[in-house]
């Protein structure tokens, strides 16, 4: 009798785990799902604007929109107040940003060089059309340099997600771009999501992957790049990964205190450092 009573609770106990179980499966398979549906709104962060609020925040930023060859807006811009400029750069921010809150870069290298400064829009961000992804960012960001000079030399500031950007673009042009900082860049974007989220299989669930790594293999010109050892949106080993993979000229910049793309130096010591490698790493032999 008390045999058969222990049997009967041990039955009972394996089918309450099992069923168990089987719901935590479910679970994670729907939250596998809902993650790969929804991923692009867990990757990006569109600010969404009025024209007007956009024209006022440029101007109080002292930006001008920055058109293509038939007219339309692509982002902001701001000549070097020192013509002719020696050359030119182009921005591209983080997920979380846009054209304006880009401005400060332009401020602190202006006051430096006499560069002309580009800040991209990415698609759906501010009151630019579309929506953003990995393949619209990038064909703008293609875009943007198309509708650059060629008779300058052309650098890159990428920050966060941007800095995926960039890479892409130094790697699709490389004889176009003179110079790149990155400001706390990954190696890829696939590494990044799996650290925040290791339960879920990211690497079968992301499309949209900003593989820099990749895209610098290509690239051959001076990397900058800045890390900060507090960083909890992008860790700190992923920038360094990425910069101990770059075999051309590079230079790191660690800030053990500094969170997301915090420069702790004064702006003005670090983008003189940053100038000075561009322009020396630069030059041919």
Not at 59 to 66: F, P, S, T, V, Y
Not at 224 to 253: A, Q, S, T
């Amino acid at each position: 009798m008390i045999r058969q009573v222990k049997k009967n609770l041990k039955l009972k106990f394996l089918g309450c785990f099992g069923r168990l179980i089987r719901i935590c499966a479910a679970v994670y398979v729907v939250a596998c799902i809902g993650c790969a549906l929804f991923q692009r709104k867990l990757i990006y962060f569109p600010l969404s604007l009025t024209p007007v609020q956009v024209n006022e925040s440029a101007g109080a930023a002292k930006l001008e929109r920055w058109n293509d060859g038939s007219g339309r807006a692509i982002g902001m811009k701001r000549l070097s107040p020192r013509q002719p400029a020696d050359g030119q750069v182009l921005i591209t921010y983080g997920n979380g940003s846009w054209t304006v809150a880009s401005a400060h870069y332009a401020d602190d290298i202006q006051r430096l060089a006499r560069l002309d400064v580009f800040i991209l829009e990415y698609p759906g961000y501010a009151d630019r059309s579309g929506s953003p992804s990995q393949n619209s960012i990038f064909n703008a960001a293609d875009e943007a340099l198309r509708s650059l000079s060629t008779n300058k030399p052309t650098y890159l500031v990428g920050e966060s997600l941007g800095s995926g950007v960039a890479a892409y673009l130094a790697g699709m042009h490389p004889d176009r771009i003179a110079g790149i900082i990155l400001l706390s860049p990954f190696n890829r974007l696939t590494s990044v999501a799996q650290d925040h989220m290791p339960f879920f299989p990211v690497s079968l669930m992301l499309v949209d992957r900003f593989p820099s790594a990749d895209y610098l293999r290509n690239y051959h010109g001076p990397v900058g790049i800045m890390v900060d050892g507090r960083d909890e949106v992008v860790p700190k080993k992923f920038g360094r990964r990425l910069y101990d993979g770059y075999v051309g000229p590079k230079h790191l910049w660690s800030f053990p205190d500094g969170y997301h793309i915090s420069i702790m130096d004064p702006p003005e010591k670090f983008w003189a450092e940053v100038l000075e490698f561009w322009r020396t790493d630069s030059l041919p032999p």
